[in-house]
């Protein structure tokens, strides 16, 4: 089945670090997002891509960036870690049609 | 941008109750208005989603409404169930194909 997939899974990590999660995608979609999820703040987006040659921000991009690679792959990079990124990312992707955002498994993010 | 609230943020009911969530929304140019559910440890997933040019959507036992011209949309959940309980999100979208998110909503359905 095709299939948003996201590595790692689960990262701890210490403060000043940088770390990149990738988020794959099986459904041909050119539309890619990154959001972190924070308890009681639902789904917030760091980036978005509507296709390769087009990234823009979200509402709470500092501190993060992204490479979209290919139409399949879009990472997010944290360049210098800090405690209070500490989260659940998910990254989705959707189609121009119906709109529909499809998610990843999420990758939750430890900084300590 | 779009600014979407949602209430209540925990919502306990009896296993065979209805249960509803409210969401407003800030931009009148909004067009699209999904609810996903996401389950404990899992990724949120679409349960069902209302466009601007219609009022009321049914998908079995759950159903959306909106009211455009007060800017709020419900979901409602009839005839609930134990697999119902999960914390649902409702979301609006503007023509630029960005989701704005609600704060989410944890519905236990307590047996």
């Known amino acids: 089945d095709a299939d948003v997939t996201q590595t790692p899974r689960n990262r701890i990590t210490k403060t000043g670090k940088r770390i990149m999660l990738e988020c794959s995608q099986t459904k041909g979609h050119d539309r890619m997002y990154w959001y972190r999820q924070d308890p009681g703040l639902g789904l917030r987006l760091i980036y978005y891509?509507?296709?390769?040659?087009?990234?823009n921000k979200g509402e709470i991009s500092d501190g993060y960036s992204v490479s979209r690679q290919a139409q399949a792959k879009f990472s997010l990079s944290l360049e210098s870690a800090i405690p209070n990124q500490t989260a659940l990312y998910f990254c989705?992707?959707?189609?121009?049609?119906?709109?529909?955002?499809?998610f990843g498994p999420g990758t939750r993010l430890t900084v300590l | 941008g779009e600014n979407v609230e949602q209430h209540p943020s925990t919502l306990s009911v009896q296993e065979g109750d209805s249960a509803v969530i409210k969401c407003t929304y800030s931009d009148s140019a909004s067009n699209y208005f999904p609810w996903y559910k996401q389950e404990l440890g899992k990724r949120p997933q679409l349960i069902i989603d209302?466009?601007?040019?219609?009022g009321e959507k049914k998908d079995q036992r759950i159903a959306v409404t909106l009211n455009k011209t007060a800017k709020h949309f419900s979901l409602h959940i009839t005839e609930t169930q134990p697999e119902d309980s999960a914390v649902y999100f409702c979301?609006?979208?503007?023509?630029?194909?960005?989701?704005?998110f609600g704060a989410g909503t944890t519905v236990t359905v307590r047996a």
């Open positions: 989705a992707t959707s189609d121009f049609v119906a709109g529909e955002q499809f």
């Open positions: 209302i466009r601007s040019n219609v």
């Open positions: 891509s509507f296709d390769v040659k087009d990234i």
């Open positions: 979301a609006a979208r503007l023509n630029d194909y960005k989701l704005s």
